[in-house]
């Protein structure tokens, strides 16, 4: 810093602010002569842009940031900030070549096997794990951005106390100081608050401190929880079990609220092995059918060959009827489209006994899951295709409404809150804010300043799992290893670290803690390192995995007797936004600003409403409307959803967040709070009032039907082939590429099968992660401005109370007749001699033009400097293979063109032989959990995409425009017939 800016006095200024009185001196210094000037001398961008209407906010943002910066660049910890430069390199590390480590990506506690790519020592990239058994090499959309979360600068960058910059030095002796009255106590009065646990060396250091302090109580906190599933079990088999799907057997599957292929804990595993048995089910003649029954409509039910809208409340009573049925008896309650649906699945089940699913989601009642448990007990499916095994998360917990029960009486006098965010994500008739008020001392920690770090005592940085040690266990019980790829960033502490001092006092090594927990008691070292060195490679214990156990269905309880509702009763369902989750990474630009699969929102979350109820309340999207219960209200636009419940309102979790000057404050409304304490996912007997103001959410796309046109095509069982070859048969006066053949020139083409892809978004966050592409904001998506390379379209046909859905994944065609080339006035965009359509920046000229030839519109103009003021650490994700682009040039997707050339170089070192099939994976493809897109050369008959273009579903967009595209698609599935 230059030292004619007086910081000491903006320093002294920051210090004097205490608790909420904190955030009230930012604003005063913000506003001061001195930091005005240490801004405009220091980041000149940045104080442009504090000249915006919004820069009050921005200037408290920069004192924040410099304030939090510079006091924890103090804190030496425990000597982390000590780093030297080595002058002999490490083993392995080659200046600019990747290096890639096996570790996981964690989801509310469970595994995901991922690969992190790192370039000099920075991880810039996450692919899937091929050799895991659970996730197999696919990934979701939040293990994608977690490489951004690592780099977040909205991240907990120091400890506070009571609301001022601290250090850990001094947290530790507080508790040094506290430890001895805690241990005179027994524990009593201490409360433990974690997320899910299913790591097996977490679990041993929670057992540890329950030794220490026996009296020490222990619950969990989620925003999505897995309690129903767990309870619903217990009712049916007298415990607590894991439930997994075995498709390959399968011929039917039913849904009730299911989940199957949605966001979730097991969102990659299950839609691959649905995927993989759906494709064979078809090539031995007999589909997999998908039936599904939601209130709001999910990716499970969007992908259904038979789906139909329930009422959250009636759920249950079709269980029962289908229960019913199977047992011999008849339905009671079912009506209309319900009754024909539910006619349609029992047969299905019937007729598939012993080789049928029925499932039930995260958001389905105990009793719900109980029924599911019994109706695939009757119809023979236990134990061949659904299979249980012990619970992969730790039991034995208590409830967060427990924990908020026990604060307000005053029983608790420590309160441990371990990586999690109550405050926010507890449903609102808790009132936990207001119980926790009544704690003595409450510690926080968590990888951001929260809205519960803002009411604890201390709040503690968190590291990422990125730069962890540790493990946990997939769905499937596999125990999947943790392992850092870069020192922490911000001196945080793993939450495993963290329990080990609370326990014995003393700073441990999450390594040790790791290895302690692996090690057999008789193993000798030698054996030991050699066990953990191979499970560090590989990213997972081998033959970890849950073995199924034979369950005994109790005795069923009397019926419970649901009170009917009038037919204008307005129910509100809750469920996870398909984006962001329950809010605890809303602070991600990449997840804020990826399209919602079924609505295209971005930025916020809206009120889902049905068409026949917006037709009866006069509703169009982005009126405001307010839903109230209970004396709770919320606010947010209305949003017309094909597919859902008639009298149902659907509201998403994860927004509306207060955190000041975070990313995510501000944006959407806060449904929990109107989430009830005991179903936290259905409140019946809502109001629903229009308020007469208007605000139209942010979408990426307008248009939901095709309009006539055949964009995607269905290829019903046993009928003629719906794909063709007359796009490459048109005349054209350009000349033919070479012949396919092993001594050809490559010819890279895609294919993206149609019925695999679930709509679940994993390829864009991918492709923006490798290619560097920015987020622009809500006001530039507004104005049409957004820079995804890669789109997936949603499309709706038939009755929109009930209609088909159907993506469709749309990058760049690298058509061979290609538009674009023709239109460019500078030769900016043409073709290479292995069939790629490039776009050379420099030469370009910002006429767009060559957006304008396009006919599917997949080419993005850089309209802004989006990313010159990245802050620094944001840059260190950039992929050094990819330009970052400055304004003013065409971007769009190349096929992944620096992986190309990087296989070409390995492949020149072996006498310049060909690129085996499959060496070039594009950054979509990888992440696709379903493995619906498929990538290769043309020139080789042998390669899979050579095989995928002589399906007989394969068939080009737009053919019939002559453009000639490389990228192709086979089309969906569907049964014969979907008579009655």
């Known amino acids: 810093m230059t030292g004619h800016h007086d910081i000491g006095a903006i320093r002294a200024r920051l210090a004097s602010g205490d608790g909420p009185s904190f955030w009230r001196s930012l604003d005063a210094v913000a506003d001061t002569a001195e930091f005005r000037s240490y801004l405009e001398a220091e980041f000149p961008a940045a104080a442009r842009l504090a000249a915006a209407p919004e820069r009050r906010g921005f200037l408290k943002l920069m004192a924040a940031s410099f304030a939090l910066a510079g006091l924890s660049a103090c804190d030496s910890g425990d000597g982390r900030h000590n780093e030297l430069p080595y002058v002999n390199a490490p083993e392995r590390i080659v200046p600019g070549a990747p290096l890639s480590y096996a570790s996981s990506a964690l989801f509310d506690g469970f595994a995901n096997g991922i690969l992190v790519t790192t370039r000099n020592g920075r991880p810039l990239k996450i692919e899937g794990n091929p050799d895991h058994p659970w996730s197999r090499g696919g990934t979701d959309i939040l293990a994608q951005a977690s490489v951004l979360g690592l780099y977040d600068p909205f991240r907990s960058q120091a400890v506070q106390h009571i609301g001022r910059p601290s250090s850990w030095a001094a947290f530790q002796g507080a508790m040094l100081a506290q430890m001895p009255v805690w241990q005179a106590k027994g524990g009593e009065g201490l409360a433990l608050l974690t997320g899910p646990v299913t790591s097996p060396s977490l679990q041993a250091e929670i057992a540890r401190m329950r030794e220490t302090y026996p009296a020490m109580r222990w619950y969990v906190s989620a925003g999505v929880a897995r309690d129903s599933l767990y309870d619903g079990a217990k009712r049916a088999f007298g415990r607590p079990v894991e439930t997994l799907l075995d498709f390959t057997s399968a011929r039917t599957i039913v849904a009730l609220d299911g989940d199957i292929l949605d966001l979730g804990p097991g969102q990659v595993g299950l839609s691959r092995r649905w995927s993989e048995a759906r494709k064979a089910s078809y090539a031995a003649g007999h589909l997999l059918t998908l039936h599904a029954a939601a209130a709001t409509p999910t990716l499970t039910s969007a992908k259904a060959d038979y789906a139909v809208a329930v009422p959250g409340a009636r759920m249950e009573a079709l269980a029962r009827d289908l229960l019913s049925l199977a047992e011999g008896g008849s339905a009671s309650s079912a009506d209309g489209a319900s009754e024909a649906w539910l006619k349609r699945a029992f047969a299905a089940l019937n007729e598939a006994r012993g080789a049928g699913i029925v499932t039930a989601g995260l958001c389905g009642s105990p009793e719900l899951h109980a029924l599911v448990h019994r109706l695939n007990g009757a119809l023979g499916n236990a134990g061949t295709t659904v299979r249980h095994t012990a619970p992969a998360q730790a039991i034995g917990a208590g409830a967060l409404r427990d924990l908020s029960t026990a604060m307000a009486e005053g029983s608790v006098e420590t309160l441990i809150v371990l990586g999690v965010n109550p405050v926010y994500e507890a449903p609102g008739a808790l009132g936990f804010a207001q119980a926790m008020e009544r704690v003595p001392l409450k ?538």
């Open 443 to 980: 510690i926080h920690t968590g990888l951001y300043y929260d809205e519960t770090a803002a009411h604890s005592d201390w709040h503690l940085p968190l590291a990422h799992p990125l730069e962890s040690w540790g493990d946990a266990r997939s769905l499937d019980g596999t125990v999947s290893l943790v392992q850092p790829t870069v020192a922490p960033l911000y001196n945080g502490r793993s939450a495993n670290e963290m329990l080990a001092f609370l326990d014995r006092g003393t700073i441990a090594n999450g390594l040790d803690l790791l290895k302690r927990q692996m090690r057999g008691g008789s193993e000798d070292d030698t054996a030991f390192q050699a066990r953990f060195e191979d499970a560090l490679r590989s990213g997972f214990l081998p033959d970890s995995a849950a073995k199924p156990e034979t369950m005994a269905l109790t005795a069923s309880g009397p019926a419970p007797t649901v009170a009917p509702s009038s037919d204008d009763a307005i129910e509100v369902v809750f469920r996870p936004d398909p984006t962001v989750w329950d809010g605890t990474l809303a602070d991600l630009g990449w997840l804020q600003e990826l399209p919602k699969p079924l609505t295209k929102i971005v930025w916020e979350n809206v009120v889902g409403i049905s068409p026949k109820l917006a037709e009866r309340r006069s509703l169009a999207n982005g009126d405001i409307v307010r839903i109230a219960a209970d004396g709770h209200a919320i606010e947010g636009p209305a949003w017309i959803t094909p597919g859902q419940a008639e009298n149902t309102v659907s509201l998403s979790l994860g927004y509306g967040r207060d955190v000041p000057d975070h990313l995510s404050r501000g944006l959407g409304y806060d449904a929990n709070a109107l989430r009830p304490a005991m179903d936290p996912w259905l409140l019946a007997g809502a109001t629903l009032e229009k308020t007469g103001r208007r605000r139209l959410p942010a979408t990426t796309q307008d248009l939901g039907t095709m309009e006539g046109m055949d964009l995607v095509r269905v290829q019903r069982q046993g009928a003629e082939p719906v794909g063709d070859t007359k796009a490459y048969e048109l005349a054209s006066f350009y000349p033919k590429p070479a012949a396919a053949g092993r001594g050809a020139t490559a010819a890279w083409a895609m294919a993206i099968d149609l019925d695999a892809c679930i709509g679940c978004n994993a390829c864009i966050t991918a492709c923006q992660s490798e290619n560097n592409i920015p987020v622009v904001g809500r006001e530039e998506v507004e104005r049409g401005r957004w820079m995804g390379w890669l789109r997936v379209d949603r499309y709706y046909a038939g009755d929109l109370d009930a209609p088909d859905t159907h993506f469709q994944p749309v990058p760049c065609m690298h058509c061979e007749n290609a538009p674009c080339e023709v239109g460019c006035p500078v030769e900016a965009t043409l073709h290479d001699s292995e069939g790629l359509n490039l776009q050379v920046y420099n030469r370009c000229v910002g006429t767009r033009t060559c957006q304008s030839y396009c006919p599917y519109k997949v080419r993005r103009f850089n309209y802004l400097d989006y990313t010159g003021d990245m802050p620094a650490v944001a840059q260190q994700q950039r992929n050094p293979d990819v330009t970052v682009r400055a304004r003013g040039v065409m971007e769009k997707c190349t096929y992944c063109v620096q992986r190309i050339a990087a296989a070409r170089i390995d492949s020149a070192k072996d006498a310049h032989a060909p690129i085996p099939d499959g060496t070039v994976e594009t950054a979509c493809q990888g992440a696709c959990p379903t493995r619906a897109i498929t990538f290769g050369n043309l020139s080789d008959p042998e390669s899979q995409v050579n095989k995928a273009r002589g399906d007989g579903r394969n068939y080009a967009l737009l053919g019939d425009l002559n453009t000639r595209p490389r990228t192709t698609y086979l089309a969906s599935l569907a049964p014969a017939a979907r008579e009655g």
